[in-house]
């Protein structure tokens, strides 16, 4: 653009050429048929205007909705006078690329899923004391003195310290232990239960040891072996039971995924061609057929009766790894996603639904090939005397969730929600092997660069 704009005629010299400009979408505007984009290229600070009408090439992205300020764009055109004052030239669109990202897609299709269906987005905290999960797999936040930022190379040593060398809590900013959320469903709870229906979409952080392609230390909620930070997207439906969690969460997926076969075509040929052979053929499947239910009573009778040998043994209250979910949505049902309930309340959180059996709870796990667990979800305890008494059997301090247990003692509703961790989700989509391919600047064991 600086080329185009920065001598003293603004452009005027380089009239009727052809040009082709990749920037960014700085204001978008739109005039019955006509589009006005102003795009900036970071070459200067002036932006061109770019005019389109309904026969240039790429005009149905419009009409999609994904283009808007900031997204990046391949615009070609003819540079002609412009008839606004502001501007002596404009570019005259012949054809337009958005340069989206599958990535960029999902998240958009999340958003317009859950706000199309009434669902309102809620912020959860990052740091917090509390577990959702109750695994103890958190991130420490600890505070630096700082006084002692500056006299010291290492910032281990401006970490607040009783005598005997350990930390001191009651200097720390929080006063007492904190940590960075492995989820945020409890705190959706609390909106749900006055909001009705909600979502988080937000960063989540796991400190699980584990060195897989479908784990990662920080996931915008999505992995099990995976010591991560990912984004999760967590809904929390209010007056709802297991059943209509699952049907959000198959509605939801489907949505997605028909998504980004409609508008990132581009892209998803690129990954049929290079990535996963199939992979659209697969998705579209995902789309039109209804997904497999069975409980996990009958999830084990099925790995039993199988012919391949598990590293794992399976037994009835044995937790599903990696290796048994991939089996039964892979080689039992034939790649189609399959969602197992009813699992033993030993090997699932607190927070769980105590089934009228009283060995089971109420929840739920979607599997998909390739990732395994997509989706986890489960209807909430919502009687307060069953929460206490799980709370004592699993040696929780009661005291720390005061305020989770006064949401049921000041009158609940029954309701229930899932996550689903982002990036496996962009696995699923694209066919990308390694959780870690999924996000820009990923995060697992012994990996904090940049
Ligand atoms: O099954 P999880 O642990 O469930 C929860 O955290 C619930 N509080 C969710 C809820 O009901 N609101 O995690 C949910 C999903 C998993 O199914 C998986 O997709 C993803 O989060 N996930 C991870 N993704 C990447 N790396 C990790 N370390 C992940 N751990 C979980
Ligand atoms: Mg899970």
Redesign the pocket.
Known sequence: IVDIKGGPDEGLNRLDETLVVRGWVRTFRAQSSIIFIEVNDGSCLSNLQCVMSSDAEGYDQIESGLISTGASLLVQGVLVKSQGSKQKVELKVEKLILVARVRNALAYATHKFFQENGFVWVSSPIITASD??GAGEQFCVTTLIPSSRETTDSPVAAIPRTEDGSVDWSQDFFGKPAFLT??G?LN?ETYATALSDVYTFGPTF?A?NSNTS????E?W????T???I?K?I?P?LAFADLDDDMACATAYLQYVVQYILENCKEDMDFFNTWIEKGIISRLSDVVEKSFVQLTYTDAIDLLLKAKKKFEFPVKWGCDLQSEHERYITEVAFGGCPVIIRDYPKEIK?FYMRENDDEKTVAAM?MLVPRVG??????QREERLEHLEKRLDGLKLNKESYWWYLDLRRYGSVPHA?????F??LVQFATGIDN?RDAIPFPRAPGSAEF
């Open positions: 959702c999960e492995v989820s469903q959706g796991r699980e479908r784990h990662l230390a996931f909620l999505n992995a099990k995976d010591s991560s990912s999760m967590e929390e959180a796990d667990e997509l989706i986890g979800g489960s929600g899932f996550g689903l961790g990036e496996r959780i």
